[in-house]
């Protein structure tokens, strides 16, 4: 094992490449750069031994990930923001054809207007295309989450892409420290691809026919057998790798100071990170808070919130706006609870646009709602500009 | 067939995959032999392999799979195939 001080973006360019995948098809955005530029420079080194393709577009990028990963072989590529909303109808496409493809996703602000800070929303808008998502909160999580999805993904109960998304800047251009197994540890925990069929000249299929209505239908409810069947092996490899090297981020969530806890707050990625700080310095102050650091949003940990809804209070914090409605996180954390818990829930929008959410800023949102003067929904911290 | 662990959209090739398309036609080709010159260029252009070759270079049309696109009509050089609608007007 060595230790690799380096950026997320070439962190998670390490991981893929260690993962030896035959294809890497990419279109350079800011803030994932960095990361396509990693592995081509793999490319040089030799490190990387697999095809690079240089595609025009991010909606190119996946069709190549498509036709390579049909073909038979390990696939990956990285995007960002408008360039994963580009490929949006690929997305749906690798996903239904059950093919196991591996993807980061830099979280980054839409615009207009510009701007190449990060908030959440890029990915959210991607959260019914069967993909399953992780949201990662440091480098090291990002490495252990690249080579466990490929495992995930090519699971035979699972057999759908996997997306892992990090936030732009804050972990895609910060440098930390990171631990890297040896190569051959890496091969004896990630065996190689065996697809069920392929894309083979010498034995021709179709592949993505036309179907009937009511074949259609089965493959809708296999992909959410498929996701359901992800929330178990989710842990179960989270476990594998933790006893192999030593690291373990939690599961479908991870939880930090729950015990005895009467009010949680829930929240995702770097944020996830940040409130570790603040529910250290909260606990200090005497509060009974905890932290559950939602790890996947596909497929969503209902399970494991409404038993933290049980405990506790909730509150959420989400980096993102499903417009016309709320935070997406607050939304479906609400719905796991309907009906089985009438535990109340706080929702707050905070950092859009890639604005600073601090350990202060996660402080004051808890102590307003554990003083009982925040409102079922809110956004913290906004100024002027409307009402 | 092979059995997979998910399901997922795979057609292996066979004769006739999606049914007897036949039943989608609205035009026929009629084909009269009488002026048909050998050229091939049906059976060529045919996007459903539904224009039978014989041995002797004359041809056929499978109305089993055949769906009345029309392509033969067109290219045929000596106007050999005429396209005509299948159910009659009353």
Redesign the interface.
Known sequence: MTVMIDTGNYIAAKAAVMARPAVVPAYPITPQTTLVEGIANYVKTGEFKGEYICVESEHSAMCACIGASAAGVRTFTGTSSHGLLLMHEMLHWAA???LPIVMCNINRVIGPGWNIWTDENDSISQRDTGWIQFYCSSNQEIFDTVIQSFKLAEN??V?LPVMINYNAFILSHTSMPVYIPEQKEIDDFLQKYKP??KLDVNN????????LPV?YE??R??MQN?QENAKKLIPEIAKEWKKKFGRYHGDLIEEYKCDGADHILLAMGAIGAESKVSINNLRKEGLKIGLARVRTFRPFPNEEILKLGKQADLIVIDRNISIGSEGALFSEVKASLYGKSDTKVHGFIAGLGGKDVTYNDIETICRKVVEGKAKDCEWYGFEGGGK | M?K??????????KKG??GKTGSWRVFRPILDKTKCVKCLRCWIYCPEGTVIRNKDDTVDIDYEYCKGCGICANVCKVKAITMEREAKKK
């Open positions: 239904l054809a059950r035979k109960k057999l069920q069929w021709p299929i179709t592949f993505g026919n036309i179907i074949d089965k493959i409810k296999d498929s | 092979k997979y662990d998910v399901v997922t959209t795979i057609s292996y090739p995959a999606m």
